[in-house]
């Protein structure tokens, strides 16, 4: 479960984000590369655009429930 406390400093502000355990498997930028992006420096992922519409919402819930190391959360403020 992603962990608030350990967001990537590049996440925007808002509900989701990616946390500092991202393994850098790139599924979350290819299914929604709308929202998330690549810190090349790092080698992790973050949001960079939060989802506005409820069909955006949905977009982003289903690579959330997508992430192998369950590193996007949704509880961001």
């Known amino acids: 479960m992603a962990d608030k406390n350990l967001k990537n400093p590049e996440n925007v502000a808002g509900r989701f984000y990616v946390d500092s355990t991202c393994i850098d498997c ?35 819930e289903e690579v959330r429930n997508s992430c192998p190391t369950e590193t996007i959360g949704n509880d961001g403020e």
């Open 26 to 60: 790139d599924i979350c930028r290819t299914t929604a590369p709308k929202f998330f992006k690549r810190d090349d420096e790092g080698g992790y992922s973050y949001v960079y655009r939060q989802p506005q519409t409820p069909k955006e919402i949905a977009e982003a």
